[in-house]
């Protein structure tokens, strides 16, 4: 449930859920549904592990720009590969820890993750492919 209910939760989880797939969903296509599960701390009742992209509240630093140090911002751990069914995996160890949750580094970061696993493609280029081939160039 996230900061909104839950005394434990590090970070609020359901409007950064919802934003982020919105977002997401402007930058990027895949070719199935992907399942992202959030939790608000390492209790993990979003149940991260199983997701295929798994992220969970924790700290993180980043750079302070007018002081110039490092400072303590709301972050997350990411979790890669989890599965459910016959096949069940639980992704235990952390694809990559430490990470803002602010937009600039956050969604960098599952973009990179949509591309390399699981073949996402910028909405930029599948439009601009389109395009080619409404004009006749590919």
Request: proline content about 5%; aromatic content about 4%.
């Amino acid at each position: 449930t996230g900061a909104q209910f839950c005394g434990l939760a590090l970070v609020e989880t359901k409007a950064n859920a919802e934003a982020v797939a919105k977002k997401l969903e402007d930058l990027v296509t895949v070719d199935r549904p992907i399942r992202i599960h959030w939790t608000g701390c390492p209790n993990s009742c979003g149940q991260v592990q199983v997701a295929d992209i798994g992220i969970m509240g924790g700290p993180a630093r980043q750079l302070n720009e007018e002081t110039g140090k490092m400072m303590a911002v709301p972050g997350c751990k990411i979790f890669v590969g989890g599965r459910i069914g016959e096949d069940a995996h639980l992704a235990l160890e952390p694809y990559k820890s430490g990470v803002p949750l602010a937009d600039e580094s956050l969604l960098p970061e599952l973009v990179e993750i949509l591309k390399n696993e699981f073949g996402a493609k910028d909405k930029t280029m599948r439009k601009r492919d389109k395009l080619k081939k409404l004009v006749g160039l590919s």
